[in-house]
């Protein structure tokens, strides 16, 4: 089987519903199928085009053309960010995993996608409901961290609630290395990882996670298509 693990995809719609209740949300400006998301103020944060990244119906073709089996449905970068504040950041995460449960729902061959959900990492105890809902309502198969936040990197302590309720899904862990804020400032996913992976052996057993945590590249998205 081969699996593009760095497939991002970014469900437009998911933007409509969030900027019209949070005025200081990013928002989506469609023109047939040219789709841009950008900031309240219209400054540009991405042109969506191809349609494929946004429509996975569209995005069968490039599948097959690509010779991949399975795509990972990565989550964007630049709108989903730690930086927004918390009710928004929650909202965003609620609204992406809904849009994504739904397009995988309601595509035509929903086998060859693995949806991977996205939580609002500074709330903790909101990520831990919502990565649970993700997985066990929604059918979402794996999360997506962007690197650390505020003083707090991805070993710090108050994120231990979130890896356990991870461990408990036995869901994998994809990070992202490149992610940065608003402002082009570099947000590390990497910081604190050896101080993450201690408290990861001590919550469950190395052989249980090591196949369960890495950066986009590696096998912990194989060992989530592989169920």
Partial sequence: MYIDCDSHYFPVK???GVSAKYPHSPRVVKNGDDVR???PDGTLIKNQA???RWHLDTRDQHVDWEGFDVHVLIPENRELLYTWDRDLGGELARAYNDAVAQDLKECAHPEKYIGVAWVYLPDVEESCREIDRAVKTLG???VKFMGGFENANLGAEKLWPLYDKICQLDIPVLVHDTASDRDGHPNPALVGIE???RKLIIMRSLSC???RFAT???SAVLSCAAR
């Fill in 50 to 52: 191809p349609k494929g």
């Fill in 209 to 211: 996670w090591r196949s």
């Fill in 195 to 197: 101080q993450l992976f």
């Fill in 14 to 16: 998911f933007l409509e």
């Fill in 140 to 142: 979402l198969r794996a």
């Fill in 37 to 39: 998301s950008v900031l």
């Fill in 216 to 218: 986009w590249s590696t």
